[in-house]
């Protein structure tokens, strides 16, 4: 089962917004000597709904032959079309994923009995585990946990990243699909309380920016010292808002060109983060101590 902190990797792009190859290569060696636990390429934060499939691949192969066993890579395939959502699935395998990570459909607004066979029909054809995604604030789809205790009764859906920021929620979960079902927190900022009621990880965005600290933060809370992860929580709790005073993944994207390791490049409808929260974002970055 993965553990502890997980980064949602940020895609690298050239200014004309085609992949920087060796960028990627060089973040995930960083990642590895930082203590990142796992490395999700091709999801949200990675822009994954402006990817073509061809590009989710070569993406995803390029991860899997950097980190060569040392991580777990696990790849984003969740679309708001099921076929799109198996092919991607069927693609990360081909890859050498180990796991992919699958997003409520967005957009659509499907009800609980099509989020149910929605999954089910991309578990029945994945050979790969998956873990569900909720994170209504950003699909307008809200996986609800009645539909998740059936989900999980399916053999290769092994857990949920919960981005709700809702405790309540996570209890809930647990208390319906037992312990061996894996919560992670989807949400930087609830993430220490999240962990504190059963969640066993995150998959991050600040550790896009921080991963030394984040994984600091995950190992305290999984060895029991509640102080110390505190502590290093407290320190990147500007960071963890401040990454979402635009929309994720701009000022994470931002940060990390002004840290020097990728270049400016994004995709449209995206733009880069507005000068107006140049200063926000550095005081976090400092706070951090990044």
């Not at 402006?50 to 790849?75: D, M, N, Y």
């Not at 693609?91 to 994923?97: C, E, F, S, V």
């Not at 809370?221 to 979402?244: I, Q, V, W, Y």
């Not at 993944?249 to 990728?262: F, S, Y």
């Amino acid at each position: 089962m993965y553990k502890g902190s997980m980064v949602a990797l940020v895609t690298p792009m050239h200014e004309d917004g085609s992949l920087d190859k060796l960028c990627i290569q060089e973040l995930v060696e960083w990642h590895i000597a930082e203590g990142t636990k796992a490395i999700i390429a091709g999801g949200t934060t990675g822009e994954s709904a402006t990817l073509e499939p061809s590009e989710q691949l070569e993406l995803v192969s390029l991860v899997v032959k950097q980190a060569a066993g040392r991580i777990p890579v696990i790849a984003g395939t969740g679309t708001n079309s099921t076929r799109t959502t198996i092919k991607l699935t069927q693609n990360a395998k081909t890859a050498g994923a180990d796991a992919c990570l699958v997003v409520t459909p967005y957009y659509n607004k499907p009800t609980q009995q099509g989020l149910y066979e929605h999954y089910k029909a991309v578990a029945e054809v994945s050979e790969l585990p998956l873990i569900l995604y909720n994170v209504p604030g950003r699909t307008a789809c809200d996986l609800l946990p009645e539909t998740i205790e059936k989900l999980a009764k399916l053999k290769n859906i092994i857990g949920i990243k919960e981005a709700t920021g809702k405790i309540e929620r996570a209890q809930e979960i647990t208390r319906r699909c037992g312990k061996e079902f894996a919560i992670y927190s989807g949400d930087d900022a609830t993430a220490l309380a999240l962990m504190q009621n059963g969640a066993i990880g995150i998959i991050s965005v600040t550790a896009n920016v921080a991963p030394n600290k984040m994984n600091a933060m995950c190992e305290a809370l999984l060895l029991g010292n509640h102080e110390l992860a505190s502590k290093l929580n407290a320190d990147l709790m500007l960071l963890h808002t401040r990454l979402f005073l635009e929309s994720n993944p701009i000022p994470t994207k931002w940060a990390l060109h002004v840290m020097g390791k990728i270049p400016a490049g994004i995709r449209l409808p995206l733009l880069p983060l507005d000068n107006r929260y140049h200063q926000e974002v550095k005081e976090a970055m400092q706070k951090a101590g990044v």
